[in-house]
């Protein structure tokens, strides 16, 4: 048996049961989980703003130990650290096979379970019944089974939050900035929302070296991170639009060159196409409620040859670029453990969840005995 924080209806607290999880199968393997962030994408899904079928354990930015492998499998061995990616490539759709596996159509990860839709978890008693792994990982779990393909080994002494974090918003923040938009040198770059997607999308214009990083929230804590982590500029912002688009403007001459939204509101959204100077890139990062739309002006975006760009996790080709991100992390370039303000236990996960509404704090982390 298991412990697993089980969503089973949208608004409802989620509550934490125990589980039996199944042995790994061939092309399987069962990792102990040493550490599970809390993503504001867990929020969307148990605050009901993305519909997800119930009942199914919660979590999907994850790092553990692998524990046991299935018969056959040599690509992992027991023992060895992992994190999760939350997107498992299915190989053969279109996006596939042009080698954009973040942009798969047919991934197993999409109907929470392994790829031949069998479930690895069920209730406990008399009667089980199948209870779904989020994104197939499930990471919010004292223990997990996943495919082989979503458990990627790490360079040694990771900081398991780390390597948590690695496993969502680092990848989607970091890779926004250096696989999606190709950030050059000295260009101009805001981030607006600063949770741990948008201060993974500081760190990733540090990276790249942009000239000026304008660092946007509500919350003026948030923008003192962000200067801590890289940022030039911090900009606090109220209800008033036009006073927010003014003040990028004027802090990066006009408008920046790139800018990232790493909130998912169409305010927000609408906010980033519209401070775009001539030339400029919005990439769309956050993700929204499943129905939202948004609109701009089209003429001068045609005319002024604005892009904009969607990013979903960062185009990460995990087992390649999670082990990239874990040694920046060690050769100090990625302070990712700078984005992790406290480790909580998993029975704290629904005050943890507040605190995410509110914007209180930075990245919270469960960690595992
Ligand atoms: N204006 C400015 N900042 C805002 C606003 C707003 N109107 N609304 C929210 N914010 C800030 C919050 O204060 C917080 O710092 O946006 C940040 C969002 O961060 P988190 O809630 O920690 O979210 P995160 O986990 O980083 O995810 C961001 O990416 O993957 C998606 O589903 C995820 O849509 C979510 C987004
Ligand atoms: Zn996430």
Redesign the pocket.
């Known amino acids: 048996m298991i412990r697993a924080a089980v969503f089973r209806e949208p608004g409802q607290p989620i509550a934490i049961e125990a589980l039996s999880l199944a042995e790994p199968r061939a092309g399987e393997v069962r990792v102990r989980m040493t550490a599970s962030g809390v ?3 867990d929020l ?1 899904v148990r605050d009901g703003d993305w519909p997800r079928p119930g009942p199914i354990a919660m979590g999907h930015e994850g790092a553990g130990v692998v524990e046991a492998v299935g018969p056959g499998v040599t690509a992992l061995r027991v023992g060895q650290a992992v994190a999760l990616s939350w997107l498992v490539a299915c190989g053969s759709c279109r996006a596939c096979a042009r080698g954009l596996p973040w942009a798969c159509s047919d991934s197993p990860s999409f109907g929470h379970a392994m790829p031949d839709g069998a479930t690895v978890l069920t209730t406990a008693g008399s009667d089980p019944s199948p209870v779904l792994s989020y994104c197939g990982i499930g990471t919010m779990a004292e223990a997990t089974v996943v495919p082989v393909a979503a458990a990627i080994p790490l360079p040694d002494g990771v900081d398991p939050a780390v390597a948590a974090l690695i496993g969502c ?1 680092v990848s ?1 923040g970091v890779g926004a900035v250096l696989k999606t938009a190709v950030v050059p040198a000295g260009a101009t770059v805001a981030v ?7 201060l993974s999308c500081v760190m990733g214009a540090v990276l790249a070296e942009a000239g000026r990083i304008v660092a ?4 003026p804590a ?1 923008l003192s991170t962000a200067g801590e982590l890289g940022a030039t500029d911090g900009l606090l ?1 109220g209800d008033d639009r036009t006073a927010t688009i003014e003040a990028l403007r004027d802090l990066t001459d006009g408008g920046p060159d790139f800018v990232f939204e ?4 169409v ?2 959204v609408e906010l980033a196409i519209e401070s775009l100077p001539i030339g400029g890139t919005a990439v769309l ?4 409620p499943l129905a939202s739309r948004a609109s701009f002006a089209v003429f001068p975006f045609v005319d002024g040859s604005r892009r904009i760009l969607g990013s979903n996790y960062g185009f990460a080709d995990p087992a390649e670029d999670f082990p990239r991100y874990a040694q920046l992390q060690l050769d100090g370039r990625l302070p990712v453990d700078r984005l992790i303000d406290r480790r909580i236990a998993l029975d704290d996960l629904e005050p943890a969840f507040d605190r ?1 509404r509110a ?1 209180d704090g930075l990245r919270q982390v469960i960690v595992f005995d």
């Open positions: 993503c504001h994408s969307h918003c989607t607006i929302g600063l949770g741990g997607v948008g946007i929230d509500r919350v948030k912002a790493a909130i998912g509101r305010p927000t990062v956050g993700m929204t995410l914007g």
